[in-house]
């Protein structure tokens, strides 16, 4: 009996969990549209708790779109995919391959989801772009060895970008706003590790309130942005100030110079060990041992 009553509980709990995506397609692109439906919808609810949702709201409508459609030809060619948070509508071109931060149409669909969870929990008010695509990107699990690595290029490359430019950035070329998601997911998983998990929700909750992002931010945080900012880039020294000196070419003319003293000290050794063995040959052949006496 109680273990019908636990079935029947999972029955009527699964249609509300599977309907959290509803994906639209063309024939063509029906297969894709099974697959993407059937999304783990514990990525779902974690990407809903992330941003302060106990509910991530109705479902999310999800149109696979062919190329030379209206929703393709109203993003750059680079776009893979965009949402619509309010209109709850993320919009996928599966013609063109995921780019980053995104390296799979699953991994996409999480990011472009993630921003329609942050429209809903900020209650679309206004929020920075670098905020709104860090946390897509953390909920999304874009972030990895390839995007340290990516960091380290740009801190090295361009050194301090203060996020105002950051948002600049996402209205630029491609090779922009590549480096605008670097630099906005490392700050916002910067900003996880020091204020824990719950800080996104909460400097959400506070932006539906109707307090302006600075002032959410600082009451979730305890701190202000720009002295977040300033700790954050404090944090990167070793990258763009130490790295540059370790790899600038007074530092490799001194590693040069000190691999060939090593060099000319070994082969002195190796030489001195030679003509020690030169000699001790030519002392023998002068010097024979007496024969042996019975």
Not at 15 to 21: D, F, T
């Amino acid at each position: 009996m109680v273990r019908q009553f636990f079935l029947i509980l999972l029955l009527l709990s699964f249609p509300a969990v599977a309907q959290r995506l509803f994906v639209e397609a063309p024939p063509s692109l029906q297969p894709l549209a099974s697959r993407l439906q059937t999304l783990d919808p514990i990525q779902i609810e974690g990407a809903a708790r992330l941003v302060g949702l106990t509910d991530p709201g109705p479902p999310i409508r999800v149109i696979l779109a062919e190329e030379g459609s209206v929703q393709a030809l109203s993003a750059p060619r680079w776009v893979a995919g965009y949402a619509l948070p309010e209109q709850g509508v993320v919009v996928l071109l599966p013609a063109r391959s995921p780019s980053y931060p995104d390296s799979t149409l699953e991994g996409l669909l999480r990011h472009e989801m993630a921003h329609v969870l942050v429209g809903r929990a900020s209650g679309l008010r206004p929020l920075p772009r670098w905020f709104h695509e860090g946390v897509a990107m953390i909920a999304g699990s874009s972030w990895g060895l390839e995007e340290q690595t990516r960091l380290a290029t740009t801190l090295l490359s361009g050194g301090e970008v203060p996020l105002a430019e950051v948002d600049q950035r996402f209205g630029g070329g491609e090779g922009e706003v590549r480096s605008a998601y670097t630099l906005a997911g490392a700050f916002v998983r910067d900003l996880l590790s020091r204020h824990g998990r719950d800080v996104i929700g909460e400097i959400l909750r506070g932006v539906a309130s109707g307090l302006s992002f600075e002032a959410a931010f600082a009451r979730a945080t305890g701190t202000t942005l720009a002295n977040a900012e300033s700790v954050f880039w404090a944090s990167q020294t070793l990258w763009y100030r130490w790295v540059p000196f370790l790899t600038s070419s007074v530092v490799l003319w001194i590693l040069i110079t000190l691999l060939a003293l090593w060099a000319i000290r070994r082969r002195r050794k190796r030489d001195a060990a030679r003509l020690a063995g030169w000699a001790a040959e030519e002392e023998a052949a002068q010097n024979p041992d007496p024969p042996l006496v019975n």
